[in-house]
């Protein structure tokens, strides 16, 4: 071996999983400074023991490298995590009543309610008047919303929406909707940018929005933690959390790489996007904080009829839409104009498509870049569900990553919601993991958080990846069998290709001589047991920089079991 300084921790005695193609399993491994310096057999890496190092002597545990989450939302899971009123994706209308009507009696008369997250099929129901009425009843008077699984659609009640000044006589704001009835009655649904209308109403409220958001940041950051993640891309970084973050920094409160996404156009959050969002993201740059991205919204969600599809949604009664495919929110010209700054810019590119006509439009957009600059920028496609068969073979040609939500598919009311709107063929061919994969792409897996669930919880979304199936056995079905991916490829998903895709390659993702010390200890043997065991893996202990950031074992029994979901 190399000739290395003494080594401030040495780790040995479990089964260390490196997630290094080129050197997967591994005895022990050694930290100086923050970074790995030797990864070999216990014999090799004791040799760089000296009298300060610190042994860490495992009994057999699985150490495996800090998982990436290559998509999620930080200061909305953080700020629902630190503030809000919990609501599961599998509540009744009646479960969110009541838990509306106990959250609001512990508030002042005027304070808002906000929670989430509700499920898809229950916001397909409550596109009505009486709904709206059992709301405010259940509110008090007090001002209402309510985010959904999808984050692109708000439930709101009538107090808040006259503090958004939204009346019977409102227009749309441009590229989203206030449902009405069929008599043209407000409902209290929003959907997509109507939901920025919500959230602006509800952030003027906040006494001290500072103090407010550096708390919701961090407690995204320890939940990431307490999941074993420690690199995450922001998938929608808005300037409170660039503010957020930096302070963070200053006080060494960052676990975890952080690389942000900033919106090129409006967003479902309020705040100022585009150029003037760049800058404010750049000055606000750090170690561990990184403005490398731009986030580009070209369709919106299955659920609503705004993903762009490139065959018909499924035609309901009553209405002449047999040929409705949906539109994309960009035209090619434009898209490729706006591409074009990320290599003037410096930035990669995380392009939001549903349907697999936005897929295309954003591959077609790529193409047309890299024709003319060639490769430079990183570009991600995020969520990938639908994709033309032809279209798959094109994410390697063009070196364009595949980001996945495994989460969305499975255990989350999503996929219900989604059938009632896409043909039964389309569904059953959707989330083509194992072909991208054969085809040569990267598979970047990400939690889509606080969507689908209200944790970022890795577990259950590398299981789904393997299995197809729900993790709870009850529930029965499969979702498109023929895309089970292996164990390997799994984890691969969630180290080091979600690295890889952020621009991380080179600091994180494996365990690997050179890279940061980041690693996790888990209670159970991903490769021993059956895979419908997964999602019941704990994480023991989580390092970043070779410092524990999170230890299950100091956690009080309300912390644990807040840190396991139901299914477990």
Known sequence: MTEFPYADLIVTGGKIYTSDPTREWAEAFAIADGRIIAVGTAHEVQALAGRHTEILELDGELVLPGFSDGHSHLGLGGGQAA???PILPTDSKEAIFEKVRTWGAKLGADQWITGGIVGATIMDEVGNTADLAELDA??????VLLRDDSMHNRWVNSRALELMGVGPQTPDPEGGTYVRDESGTLTGVLQELASAVAEAAADEAVADPEARNKVSLQTALRTLNSYGITSVQDAATMAYSWKALKALEGEDKVTAWVVGSMPARDFIEAGVVGEELFDIADAHRSTHVRPDFVKFVLDGIPMTRTSAMLRPYICHHGHDDSDFVGSPLWNLDDLVETLELCYRRGYGGKLHATGDAA??????AVAEVRRRHGFGPI???AHVEFIAPEDIGRFAELQVVADASPYIWYPSVIQNSVAKQIPEDTVNSSWPTKDLIEAGAILAAGSDWPCALPTPDPWVGLETLVTRRHPDPSIEGVLNETQRISVADAIAAFTRNPAAAMGLADTTGMIRPGLSADFIVVDQDLFAIAPGEIHRTQVKQTFF????????????PDDAEANSLVLK
């Open 83 to 85: 503030w809000d009123l």
């Open 359 to 364: 897929v295309r439009l954003a591959l077609d």
């Open 379 to 381: 570009f991600q496609i």
């Open 138 to 143: 259940a509110a008090g008077g007090r001002p």
């Open 545 to 556: 920089e070779g410092r524990k950031v999170y230890d299950h074992a100091t956690l009080a």
